[in-house]
DNA sequence: GGTGAAAGCATCTGGTG
DNA sequence: CACCAGATGCTTTCACC
């Protein structure tokens, strides 16, 4: 899909705040709110909106530590793996990858005996490491109209 | 903060959809529309509602690859990295970890060519270990009311 | 937390370049 | 084909219970 200025306009609203309406984004963007409820819907309908999520705080609902894990899966395992891990709470994000690890999941965890627990719901399937997230440097940065490479 | 099954049930509304009204919403939970608007406005005050994201589609705006890049900074090189790091654009979230590396990204980038400038970028500030995302396997999984660990 | 009135918004229609 | 302008029906917001 073709994505024009006025598109890329629409696109750094909704990425700042999903819950302006359209007539706001209208007024920012410089035409009128139907045009930009057309607008969106075509962008939903192409699939360059993939959805409006509410970003919840891990520490204000009780977890406090966050953490990044690779596992680098033991023969077999890594299909039963890919099968359980969409019920695992903990996980907020998991990527299969290239490399000595298979796997790289980016959890959340109440406390140190979550994280125990979590680990050992994990030694069945592979080789971990895991890495605490101290601070989040850059957060959900939005994606911008950017020149070519 | 404290949150009862309500604001769990409408927190879990707009991690689903946060273009959904506030009449839906009260609709699904069980109270009125403008009861659903001051739970939501008192936990957006706590800080329990970091905010609402459009989610745009890498592929779908003409960036190909998505990578994890781990970095292992040099000496004094961590501070200006991390200063630097909110400029770039490629990088979708960036956490300063524990462990042998200092920092994971994770970052989107338009093809092989622009991964090759990503990571020339890098170069001065560590040494990084590259790793192709090849599926997204759980993606931005909500956080729901969860049982004591 | 509910109710009802007023303001604001989304959506549909017809009309224009 | 995309946009604008005006009318209708929801939604949000506020005062009050």
């Known amino acids: 899909m073709k994505l024009d ?7 750094t609203c909704l990425q700042q705040n999903a819950r302006q309406s359209n007539t706001e984004i ?5 035409v009128t709110s139907p045009a ?5 819907r075509k962008m939903e309908d192409a699939g360059v909106i993939e959805g409006y999520h509410a970003k919840v705080s891990h520490s204000e609902t009780e977890h406090q ?4 894990i690779t596992l680098r899966a033991f023969m077999g395992r890594l299909k039963p793996f ?3 891990v969409k019920n695992f709470d903990e996980v907020v994000n998991c990527y299969r ?3 000595n690890e298979n796997i790289v999941m980016e959890v959340v965890l109440k406390n140190q005996k979550h994280l125990e627990k979590f680990i050992d719901k994990l030694i069945t399937y592979g080789e971990t490491r ?5 601070s989040n440097v850059v957060e959900n940065n939005p994606i911008i109209k950017r020149l070519p490479a």
Do not use: F, Y
């Not at 200025?5 to 696109?11: H, R, V």
């Open 5 to 11: 200025t006025i598109n890329w306009k629409i696109l």
């Open 26 to 30: 209208a007024r920012k963007v410089g």
């Open 36 to 40: 930009v409820a057309e607008r969106i």
């Open 65 to 68: 530590l966050k953490a990044i």
């Open 82 to 84: 890919l099968e359980t």
């Open 97 to 99: 990858i290239t490399g």
């Open 130 to 134: 895991t890495h605490i997230v101290l």
